[in-house]
């Protein structure tokens, strides 16, 4: 069915509006409402849209072009290993992997049915395929995801349960099928004594080596869970097709990973806390398409590391394109951090939609974290959100940092301070959000060079913005039920070529003399300034 008609015929005709303004006032070369008539709608992305073949990349940075890993014809199937439905399979499987990497590669086959497992340890050359119908289920307990392994929790670097499917130096390898992965059950171990009461990096020592970093529940004590997929320290990597439920925490989750292509994947963790959909950890030149993603936390995340030991590591993430996606729901659709240590940089996302997300582009980090981000790119999105449509959040709560979550006073910049900069947003529809722009910048590094251009947004609240030095909206219309344009902190705010439809065709400008916010081509203008 078509996304207009589960609406109100008024919400439709006001969208109908919106792009006939474009169209009256467009003199570009391209017109824009042309460019919006591109964006596309939910039934035109995701998995179910899912090409068998991979098109080029062509981002606005250099990045090399992504190709499906091959494999040797020789296929194995996991019952020739002696697995059968009803009992522990761990063993047929990681011998059937570890038989065909011993030959070269091939592909390891699970067939239709219900097979329960342990950890899986992938291995070079061999693709893991989940034939239509084929079920596996993950067990619940700690025993089964033993000895501990070399794995990165939430940014910081321990040895721990690691992934339900991991790998670790391996080349050329792949997940893939029409099969469904099944996460831990909830009545196990392992759910029932994950870590809750601390940060991460309150838990783990960071002053002895990664090697001594153990946590697997020694003795009764709690674990860290293990993420769903999560190949560390490989390269060529391919996970397409298979869908994922009931996750223990992150799904899909590259590690220091060079060469990743992601699609036509589903996910499911609506209602589990930390159960977010792809998390990009420190790896380039990463390629997601097609995919659906219900979540738990955020759909699509991007993370370099958190707070000094990230430092350490210093490893970006960066490279990296999202296209034709399906955000279904979330915290956030497309989210950077808050795990930034090792800088995120050159990302690309378009072509696609955020469907009843919360946040629909969101940027997290802390003035602990280090790191940031640079060179982002978002181009023909979609967003019908719950919460805000561009969300800045660079303090945190105190719950986490503590007194640095305080805006002021302004900190002295240290190896830890993080920066966020060089934005540019086109061509974006906004059928629905709880505010336009919301900005909470850090005062002694503010967010730099943001760039929304080309937008129908239609909003409760419109925008607010502290500490943030050259902002520019040009060529929008903005519905919003709300007139307060507020800004903190701010220099180069400059709304050109906007249309604004507020109550009382009036704009309420809160900004200090010395603050700088221009309009320009735009209408209605303020009627003061308020200090």
């Known amino acids: 069915m078509n996304y207009f008609t589960s609406r109100n015929f008024k919400h439709y005709l006001a969208l109908a509006f919106l792009l006939s303004f474009f169209i009256s006032c467009a003199s570009r070369k391209e017109p824009v409402a042309n460019q919006l008539s591109l964006v596309p709608s939910r039934e035109q992305v995701g998995a179910l849209n899912l090409p068998r073949e991979i098109a080029p990349i062509d981002p606005p940075f250099k990045m090399r072009q992504l190709k499906r890993p091959s494999f040797p014809d020789l296929t194995l199937s996991i019952i020739a290993k002696g697995a059968k439905e009803g009992v522990m399979v761990t063993g047929a499987i990681q011998s059937t992997i570890d038989d065909l990497n011993i030959q070269g590669g091939g592909t390891a086959i699970v067939p239709k049915g219900k097979w329960l497992t342990g950890r899986i340890s992938l291995k070079s050359n061999v693709n893991l395929h989940l034939e239509e119908g084929a079920e ?28 339900c499917i991991y790998a670790n130096g391996q080349n050329n390898i792949a997940i893939t099928g029409k099969g469904r992965l099944i996460g831990p059950s909830r009545e196990g171990s392992l759910r029932k004594r994950i870590m809750t009461t601390q940060v991460i990096e309150e838990f783990v020592d960071l002053t002895k080596p990664v090697s001594e970093r153990i946590y697997e529940g020694q003795k009764g004590s709690p674990i860290l869970p293990p993420m769903f997929i999560s190949p560390i320290n490989c390269e060529n990597v391919l996970i ?11 799904n899909i989750v590259p590690v220091y990973c060079d060469g990743v292509i992601i699609r036509g994947i589903t996910v499911n963790s609506v209602g589990i806390p930390r159960g977010d959909g792809i998390d990009i950890e420190s790896s380039r030149n990463v390629l997601i398409e097609y995919c659906t993603l219900s979540s738990g936390d955020d759909c699509f995340t991007i993370k370099a590391g958190r707070g000094a030991d990230g430092v350490r590591v210093n490893k970006p993430s960066e490279n990296i394109v999202i296209r034709y996606c399906l955000a279904s729901e979330g915290h956030g659709g497309i989210t950077v951090g808050s795990e930034t240590a090792g800088m995120i940089r050159n990302v690309q996302v378009h072509d696609c939609v955020f469907n009843e997300t919360g946040s629909g582009i969101r940027f997290k980090t802390r003035r602990p974290r280090g790191g ?7 181009e023909r999105i979609r967003m019908i959100l719950k919460g805000t449509a561009f969300n800045w959040d660079m303090l945190g709560s105190a719950q986490h940092v503590g007194d640095l979550a ?19 947003a086109r061509n974006i529809i906004v059928e629905r959000s709880s505010q336009f722009v919301k900005i909470t910048g850090i005062p002694e590094s503010p967010l730099s060079n943001v760039l929304i251009e080309n937008a129908i947004i239609s909003s409760d609240k419109l925008f607010s913005a502290a500490d943030v030095d050259d902002l520019t909206v040009k060529n929008a219309k903005i519905v919003s039920k709300d007139s307060n344009i507020k ?19 009036s704009l309420i400008l809160s900004a200090k003399a010395d603050e700088e916010v221009r309009f320009i081509k735009s209408s209605p203008l303020p009627l003061s300034r308020i200090q």
């Open 136 to 163: 596996l289920y993950f067990s619940g307990e700690i025993a089964d995801y033993l000895p501990a392994v070399f794995t990165r929790n939430e940014g910081i670097e321990v040895m721990s349960l690691g992934a």
């Open 487 to 505: 800004v903190l902190g701010a220099k180069k705010v400059t709304f050109e070529n906007v249309q604004f439809v507020v109550p009382g065709d």
């Open 406 to 424: 305080n805006r002021l006073p302004a900190k002295e910049v240290n190896r830890l301070t993080p920066v966020f900069r060089n934005i540019v």
């Open 240 to 250: 397409e097709g298979v869908s994922l439920t009931n996750t223990a925490f992150w």
């Open 372 to 378: 940031g981000g640079e060179n982002f790119y978002y």
